[in-house]
């Protein structure tokens, strides 16, 4: 999603450098027609977005896809202090069981607009509804009242 919206990088300054599973590179770059597929190839030619080398097979996550999957394991594997970056809510379910801390789109844009780095949340979040990734209307509108801009 944030691809879409040139948000990678506000990823960068926030968070210096990502860590992804090789399925996650495959799912976001395996297409360059897919949204943001081109946005995230620079980003791991840059170096600052890394492909993980280690797969972890347990716990088996079968109700998840290879990606999702595969970014909890390594957040158990990396242990307290990892924080994973997940939209797709059985696996935000899942993470929340696994007691790993998470943020999605929203909350990188809610980071974003807090630390300066774009000047308001709402063309955002417009702008992601028009690439076709949706959110909750009362999740964004609660955020824009709590960044005063409801």
Do not use: C, N
């Not at 976001?28 to 190839?41: C, D, F, Y």
């Not at 696994?98 to 809610?110: D, F, K, R, W």
């Amino acid at each position: 999603g944030l691809a879409r919206v040139d948000g990678l990088p506000w990823l960068r300054k926030l968070y210096r450098t990502l860590s992804i599973a090789k399925a996650v590179r495959a799912e976001a770059t395996g297409a360059r027609e897919l949204p943001g597929a081109v946005a995230i190839s620079v980003a791991l030619k840059q170096g600052w977005i890394r492909v993980l080398r280690r797969e972890w097979s347990e716990p088996p996550l079968p109700q998840l896809d290879a990606g999702e999957a595969s970014t909890l394991r390594a957040a158990i594997a990396f242990g307290a202090g990892t924080l994973v970056l997940l939209d797709d809510l059985q696996a935000r379910r899942e993470a929340q069981r696994l007691g790993i801390a998470m943020t999605g789109t929203a909350g990188i844009v809610v980071e974003a607009r807090r630390a300066g780095l774009i000047p308001a949340a709402r063309p955002v979040f417009a702008r992601l509804a028009e690439e076709g990734f949706h959110l909750g209307d009362d999740l964004v509108q609660a955020i824009l009242a709590e960044l005063r801009e409801g």
